[in-house]
């Protein structure tokens, strides 16, 4: 009789969950929701980030990239640390989907309670309260004032 060796990965036999991680000098800030941990991508599951060149206003009627906004604060989060993903399924662009942490900073809570993004419609529970408290607080993105890209108002 003679067996066939097939690869672990063949036939959906892939692990569903994948764990990422990268010291902080090999972390690079692609975006405000993701991130390039040596040589994967990974987005931030559970939130919409405004993206680079998308326009908004802030409270004295000044127009500002809200992407970069975004992409900083979340710099500002990662403070250079190490990072670890917990990477679920991948995006519509071959992304790594992933929950991700610097040193104790829950990155994608993190960027969400600053302001700086979206809970998207099917994130955790904790995601929405964050987002509802920074609107509430008028943090970030939401400070008084502020002009949601219009790409947000038609969100899902």
Avoid: K, Y
């Amino acid at each position: 009789m003679t067996g066939l060796g097939l690869p672990s990965a063949l036939m959906g036999s892939a692990p569903r969950e994948q764990d990422w991680a990268a010291p902080g000098g090999e972390v690079r800030v692609v975006d405000g929701d993701t991130l390039r941990l040596r040589d994967r991508t990974v987005r931030l599951a559970g939130l919409l980030a405004p993206e680079r060149g998308t326009r908004c206003t802030d409270a004295a009627g000044r127009g500002f990239d809200c992407g970069v906004a975004a992409a900083e604060m979340l710099s500002r989060l990662l403070r250079d640390r190490d990072v670890a993903c917990r990477v679920r399924g991948r995006d519509r662009f071959g992304r790594g989907l992933g929950h991700c942490v610097a040193a104790e900073t829950d990155l994608n809570l993190g960027l969400i309670g600053a302001g700086f993004a979206l809970a998207d419609t099917d994130a955790p529970v904790t995601l929405g309260t964050a987002e509802a408290l920074a609107r509430q607080r008028g943090q970030g993105l939401w400070a008084p004032g502020f002009t949601t890209p219009e790409s947000w108002h038609r969100r899902p």
